[in-house]
């Protein structure tokens, strides 16, 4: 029996070694990852074959892992690119809303202005002929302060038709009274008798209100919507911080160093990442939906009383009216200017034969027929542009505290919220089980994944909070039908960077 003792013994030995090595963890493999990482277009060399101790690891979790160092530091870089590509998608689907409609409005505005003016002008040479066309800068002068009103709004629109008028009253009164010589300060006291003598019936004052309140309504609604499109613009570009690039590189591709490349952050972990790093773009949704809500309110208008195109599109018509109302009132306004003015000095002989044979303004006017009008703005009505705008103005309501969960929304950065059990916790794969923390700022303090100052705001944000406080304030009152007083935005601090 001894004899078989020494290989009995070797052979035990044997087996317990074998069933020691057989016990050691076997190191895992890397291969998916490692093919995930030079996807990405990084260098093959920085990524282990094999799990490597994680020690050197800073923001991921330590322990076995399948990232180097240069992994680690490739993939924080990677993960801020994502989310400002990210949020820069959600953003810039806004801000090509905004454009496209500012675009568009701007255009049937001034082509509204455009085919206003060609249509008067059309009319009166038909009408009138070289009478009109010896006093055509008068209207001319008028379409342009339209235009530069819409344009800069360096215009005051009251001041400026009653200016018109009275020097229309000047003019119709030298034709009405050709036999008499008129020298500019007596013309300057006819003007002054425009208010109160109403030479042109009721027509000024109706279209002064009408003009004023259409133009105040459109050009503010305009510069609205260009006020939404830059500050959108401003706004997608985000600079996350270094506490939330690195609750990004947790979240995105932490998982990675573990082996665990399919499997995507939890819906709710992904939300509180978003709310810290989303913070001050939260701090927006106040003043914007304040904003949203006043350009509903102008929008209202631009569809009932203020609607410019039912305004601009008659507007021959009108003036034409007023005109005819002066020559049929011709003899009781002279006579009632001469006797506040004196009376005037009468022509020669020779020279008051000519005047009203040259003058004479007997022509009636005929209006278009509806098929000779020019064809409506731009190729589409103002109804139609403000249907549209409005229903994207809606969708566009609580955009801001809308968007972290929109981004997170979004397939390429987390998990669906039915899938709460088998997801990316920032740990490993398990149940997320913190609470999502409220949008803003101020909600910040207690995030449990990203660490943020609350008591620096964004100097940015506030820019624009102040840009969207102020055109809301305009939009109130253009919807009141009171003049606003513009500046060229383009200039104005809130939106510099």
């Not at 013994?9 to 895992?28: F, G, M």
Request: proline share 4%; charged share 25%.
């Amino acid at each position: 029996m001894a004899r078989f003792g020494l290989p009995a013994l070797l052979c035990t030995l044997a087996v317990l070694c074998a069933a020691l090595l057989a016990a050691e963890p076997k190191s895992k493999s890397c291969s998916e990852v490692r093919r995930l990482y030079v996807s990405k277009g990084f260098n093959k060399n920085d990524a282990p074959t094999h799990e490597i101790n994680g020690d050197h690891l800073k923001i991921c979790p330590q322990g076995y892992t399948c990232c180097s160092q240069e992994m680690e530091e490739k993939y924080s870089l990677q993960s801020k690119d994502d989310f400002k590509s990210v949020v820069s998608e959600q953003c810039n689907h806004l801000q090509a809303i905004f454009a496209s409609r500012y675009k568009k409005f701007d255009e049937f505005f001034k082509e509204l202005l455009e085919n206003a003016e060609k249509s008067l002008n059309d009319m009166f040479v038909k009408t009138y002929g070289r009478l009109y066309m010896q006093n055509s800068e008068l209207f001319k002068d008028l379409f342009g302060e339209l235009k530069r009103y819409y344009v800069a709004g360096s215009v005051n629109l009251e001041e400026m038709l009653s200016d018109f008028w009275a020097r229309l009253l000047e003019r119709m009164f030298r034709l009405v009274n050709s036999q008499y010589h008129f020298t500019d300060e007596y013309l300057e006291c006819v003007s002054k008798y425009t208010e109160q003598l109403k030479p042109f019936g009721d027509v000024p004052r109706k279209l002064k209100l009408q003009v004023t309140r259409a133009f105040v309504a459109a050009r503010t609604f305009a510069q609205g919507l260009a006020v939404a499109r830059d500050v959108v613009s401003k706004v997608s570009v985000v600079n996350p911080t270094v506490q939330c690039t690195h609750a990004l590189l947790r979240m995105t591709y932490c998982s990675h160093c573990q082996g665990l490349v399919s499997v995507k952050p939890c819906y709710n972990y992904c939300s509180n990442i978003m709310r810290g790093c989303l913070a001050n773009q939260g701090d927006l949704d106040f003043e914007w939906n304040n904003f949203i809500d006043a350009m509903l309110m102008v929008a209202e208008r631009l569809e009932g009383p203020f609607n410019i195109e039912s305004v601009m599109d008659p507007i021959d018509v009108k003036i034409s009216d007023a005109i005819m109302n002066m020559q049929e009132n011709s003899v009781q306004v002279s006579q009632k200017v001469f006797q506040g003015c004196g009376p005037p000095k009468p022509l020669p002989a020779g020279r008051i034969s000519r005047s009203i044979s040259e003058g004479a303004f007997s022509a009636r006017f005929r209006p278009y027929h509806p098929e000779e009008r020019p064809t409506t703005a731009a190729g589409t009505s103002l109804d139609r542009l403000v249907t549209d705008v409005k229903e994207k103005l809606k969708q566009a309501k609580k955009f801001w505290s809308s968007l972290p969960s929109n981004v997170c929304s979004d397939e390429r950065m987390a998990a669906g919220n039915g899938n709460e059990d088998d997801c990316w916790n920032g740990k490993g794969k398990s149940r997320y089980l913190f609470a999502v923390t409220g949008n803003g700022l101020a909600n910040q303090g207690n995030n449990p994944e990203v660490q943020v100052d609350t008591s620096k705001p964004d100097i940015l944000i506030l820019r624009q909070i102040m840009a969207l406080r102020v055109m809301t304030s305009k939009m109130k009152n253009a919807y009141n039908g009171n003049d606003v007083d513009f500046f060229d935005i383009s200039k104005h601090l809130w939106f510099e960077t």
